[in-house]
């Protein structure tokens, strides 16, 4: 399974766009690029996933490079609601029987 | 369309007791996935269930053990109990064994004395 890097933490402020880069260097041909989304004593929140180019929904937008080695979760005008923990995994489109493996996310914290 | 269900909130235990944990899948899903998360932590994948099977297993010992129901409901069982099992225990559900989108749970907090 393709290990992730990301940054421990962020600080941003309302209103502002954030932007947190996710590393993943030894990704496979059919693995794809998910993000979760965690609020204290709550169970992770599937926010997108892409396998290139760009992915946007209601919530974010996901930027995969061509090589894929890296992608960027983008939020756009943040709110303190938006103070979370944010995890980058990468799964295999294939199934598997080894889990969604999360690394420690990176803590986001909006100031007003 | 209901969402994933788990019981109970909150637990207190004593060091070699056995728990016994419970999840209800999301409507039409029939692949539930067990997590421990660590304070602090990302959630570490104990094991999963498909249509009653275990599917696959995380590095955890032979004391964490599951049961899948005919109706996709599932249990997380944990025998002897350690100090260090304290953790929030959260389950998973998916339809398939693909991996794309799994829908978690609010968690189980196990807190063992």
């Known amino acids: 399974l393709a290990k992730t890097t990301q940054p421990i933490s962020m600080d941003s402020y309302e209103g502002q766009e954030v932007n947190i880069t996710c590393s993943h260097n030894?990704?496979?041909?059919?693995?794809?690029i998910t993000w979760y989304q965690q609020f204290p004593s709550q169970g992770p929140r599937f926010i997108i996933q892409g396998y290139k180019t760009k992915v946007t929904n209601e919530v974010a937008s996901l930027f995969i490079p061509a090589d894929r080695k890296s992608s960027t979760l983008s939020l756009p005008r943040v709110s303190l609601s938006d103070t979370a923990v944010y995890y980058c995994l990468v799964v295999s489109s294939g199934g598997g029987a080894d889990g969604l493996t999360f690394g420690k996310g990176t803590h986001l914290i909006i100031q007003p | 369309e209901t969402g994933v269900t788990q019981s109970p909130t909150h637990l207190i235990k004593t060091r070699g007791q056995q728990v016994t944990l419970r999840c209800s899948s999301q409507s039409g899903h029939n692949t539930v996935s067990w997590y421990q998360q660590a304070l602090g932590q990302g959630p570490q994948f104990i094991f999963q269930y498909y249509r009653e099977e275990e599917n696959g297993r995380g590095n955890f010992p032979p004391r964490f053990s599951g049961l899948q129901f005919p109706n996709y409901s599932s249990e997380l069982n944990v025998n002897a109990l350690e100090l260090d099992d304290s953790a929030l225990y959260l389950c998973?559900?998916?339809?398939?064994?693909?991996?794309?989108?799994?829908?978690f749970g609010p968690g189980t907090r196990l807190l063992v004395l």
């Open positions: 998973a559900s998916s339809l398939g064994t693909g991996w794309e989108t799994q829908y």
């Open positions: 030894n990704i496979a041909t059919n693995d794809y």
